[in-house]
């Protein structure tokens, strides 16, 4: 069986947007949000150096991040916005080692998704993504 690129890519970028999606709702929401709560995460921010707001926009640019790949809105534009989060991730965990199981975390895992990302924003949405010209309704008057 030969696999054509040209029927398949549109299929691989959408699955991986999906994963990255699901993962970014799951750091943001569910982690820093649901579970720390944004005045822990703050604080574990403060706790880092930072401003703790970065915590809480950082949440919310994961949490935003992850609704616009799963529903394939914006993706290129989400893609690299979210790049400079995670190279402060890498940034931050470099002084653990490479292993994201070593204690305080490893770079490997943050530097990965960096990279995905790059990949994500030049394949862009793929195949099962909403249209924001449809969402507002500028679809229709582009065809008028």
């Known amino acids: 069986m030969n696999l054509d690129e040209r029927t398949t890519a549109p299929y691989a970028a959408f699955l991986l947007r999906v994963t990255m999606g699901v993962m970014f709702l799951a750091h943001g929401l569910l982690l820093k949000v649901m579970t720390?709560?944004?005045?822990?995460?703050?604080?574990?921010?403060?706790?880092?150096?930072?401003?703790?707001v970065l915590g809480a926009v950082v949440a919310i640019a994961e949490i935003a991040a992850g609704l616009a790949l799963l529903?394939?809105?914006?993706?290129?534009?989400?893609?690299?916005?979210?790049?400079?989060?995670?190279?402060?991730?890498?940034?931050?965990?470099?002084?653990?080692?490479?292993?994201?199981?070593?204690?305080?975390?490893?770079?490997e895992f943050p530097a990965f998704w960096t990279v995905a990302l790059l990949v994500q924003a030049g394949l862009g949405a793929g195949a099962f993504a909403l249209d924001p010209a449809q969402l507002t309704g500028r679809a229709a008057a582009a065809r008028a």
């Open 36 to 52: 720390f709560g944004l005045p822990g995460t703050m604080g574990f921010f403060g706790s880092l150096g930072y401003p703790p």
């Open 71 to 107: 529903a394939g809105v914006w993706v290129r534009l989400a893609s690299l916005l979210s790049i400079p989060i995670m190279i402060g991730a890498t940034i931050q965990h470099l002084p653990a080692g490479w292993l994201f199981s070593a204690q305080g975390g490893g770079w």
